[in-house]
C-alpha cells in the first residue's frame, strides 16, 4: 500500500524567505511522484512531477522538490516566497507502478502562509 | 483546451435527496477520476473509469453513491438518499493514457442539511 505524510499542517513564512514544506511517501513500487497546489474553492493545480530520472524536478511559479530515495522524502522549495504563493499544498504519490490505475494518493496537505 | 469542468459548482440539499453531478474531461482523455475532500483533508480516490469502464472502486464508494460514464465522455456521480456526512468537494479529474498527469476540475462543493 502507498501513503504519503506531509508534516507541518500549517507553515507560515515572512515574504522574500525560503519556502520548504516537507513530504515523505511509503511505497513499495518505485513511486510517481507529485506536488499540486490549491487556491480557496478551486481544484487542484499541478506544481511539478518526478517519474524517472533526474531527482531534482523544477515545476512552475519558481518551485523545485527534490526525490530522495533513501530517506523516502519529495520536499517542496521556494527560494523566495512571495503572497501570492499562499494557498494549500499537496503532495501525492501515484500508484502507477503497480496497478495503472494511475489513482493518486494525497497527504492531509499543508496550508502556507505569507506574511508581508 | 477548455480544461476539466463540473457542474454544478455548489449543491446545496436536504438529508435524503438524491444529486448528480456531471464531469466533462479533457476531451481527448479516456482517464476519468473522482475524488472527495473533506474539509482540511487531502483528496480522496473514490473511483476510476478508463473509457465507459469503471476499473476501480474505493470502498468509500457506498452503495448509495454510483458513477457512470457512458460513451466514454463526460462522467456523472449520483448519491442517492444523502446523509450529512456527505457534505464534501468533488472532484473530477482526467488523464490521457500514455501521461501520468492528472488535470483536475474546479469540483462541486456538496452541503447536506
Known amino acids: 500500500a502507498q501513503s504519503v505524510t506531509q508534516l507541518g499542517s500549517h507553515v507560515s513564512v515572512s515574504e522574500g524567505a525560503l519556502v520548504l514544506l516537507r513530504c515523505n511517501y511509503s511505497?513499495?513500487?518505485?513511486?510517481?511522484l507529485f506536488w499540486y497546489v490549491q487556491y480557496p474553492n478551486q481544484g487542484l493545480q499541478l506544481l511539478l512531477k518526478?517519474?524517472?530520472?533526474?531527482?531534482l524536478v523544477k515545476g512552475i511559479n519558481g518551485f523545485e522538490a527534490e526525490f530522495k530515495k533513501s530517506e523516502t522524502s519529495f520536499h517542496l522549495t521556494k527560494p523566495s516566497a512571495h503572497m501570492s504563493d499562499a494557498a494549500e499544498y499537496f503532495c501525492?504519490?501515484?500508484?502507477?507502478?503497480?496497478?495503472?490505475?494511475?489513482?493518486?494518493?494525497f497527504g492531509q496537505g499543508t496550508t502556507l502562509q505569507v506574511k508581508p | 483546451d477548455t480544461g476539466v469542468s463540473q457542474n454544478p459548482r455548489h449543491k446545496i440539499t436536504k438529508r435524503g435527496q438524491n444529486v448528480t453531478f456531471r464531469c466533462d474531461p479533457i476531451?481527448?482523455?479516456?482517464?476519468l477520476y473522482w475524488y472527495r475532500q473533506t474539509l482540511g483533508q487531502g483528496p480522496e480516490f473514490l473511483t476510476y473509469?478508463?473509457?465507459?469502464?469503471?476499473?476501480?472502486k474505493s470502498r468509500l464508494l457506498s452503495d448509495r453513491f454510483s458513477a457512470e460514464r457512458p460513451k466514454g465522455s463526460f462522467s456523472t456521480l449520483e448519491i442517492q438518499r444523502t446523509e450529512q456526512g456527505d457534505s464534501a468537494m468533488y472532484l473530477c479529474a482526467s488523464r490521457e493514457g500514455v501521461q501520468n498527469e492528472q488535470f483536475f476540475g474546479p469540483g462541486t462543493r456538496l452541503t447536506v442539511l
Open positions: 473509469f478508463q473509457n465507459e469502464a469503471q476499473l476501480e
Open positions: 511505497s513499495s513500487v518505485p513511486p510517481y
Open positions: 518526478y517519474t524517472t530520472g533526474a531527482t
Open positions: 501525492a504519490v501515484s500508484d502507477l507502478g503497480s496497478s495503472n490505475t494511475g489513482k493518486l494518493i
Open positions: 476531451s481527448e482523455h479516456n482517464r
